[in-house]
């Protein structure tokens, strides 16, 4: 295979999608994946901006908050705003502030650094049946 073909940017983008895999295995039984792993995966999908990622942990209706939008979203619709998020906001990295967890929910407050500036970020994950969903999903 000639190297030549792609672009860097090309290159760039395989690595980030393997690394999200190695983070982020996809697996066929939820169970598998504990509740620490589903927060470490929303937090790198959070640093890749890898909306489509980070949509599979959110559940059926999710509470969002972003600068300019607060409200009750479904799954596709939260999607659709995350990316038009992160299309203007583009991540350089995120960093856990502060977590707690009870029971079968976790509260992560967290840091995510971007180009034009810096923005508080914190979510709420719940367990339900056999998956952790966030529930809510803040970034101000």
Known sequence: MNLKMFSVKK????????????VCPLRAD????????????ITRTLQMANVDSLAEYLNHRVELSLPDYSGISSR?????????????????????????REHDTYFIVGTIFCSTRNYRVSFLTK??????LVYQFTIE
């Open 76 to 100: 596709n619709q939260a999607k659709i705003l995350l990316s038009e998020f992160f299309r203007s906001n583009q991540p350089e990295s995120f960093n856990i502030i502060s977590s707690n």
């Open 11 to 22: 290159v760039i983008l395989l690595a980030w999608v393997l690394a999200a895999l190695s």
């Open 30 to 41: 939820a169970q598998e994946v504990s509740a620490d792993s589903v927060v470490s995966c």
């Open 127 to 132: 367990q339900q049946s056999d998956k952790q």
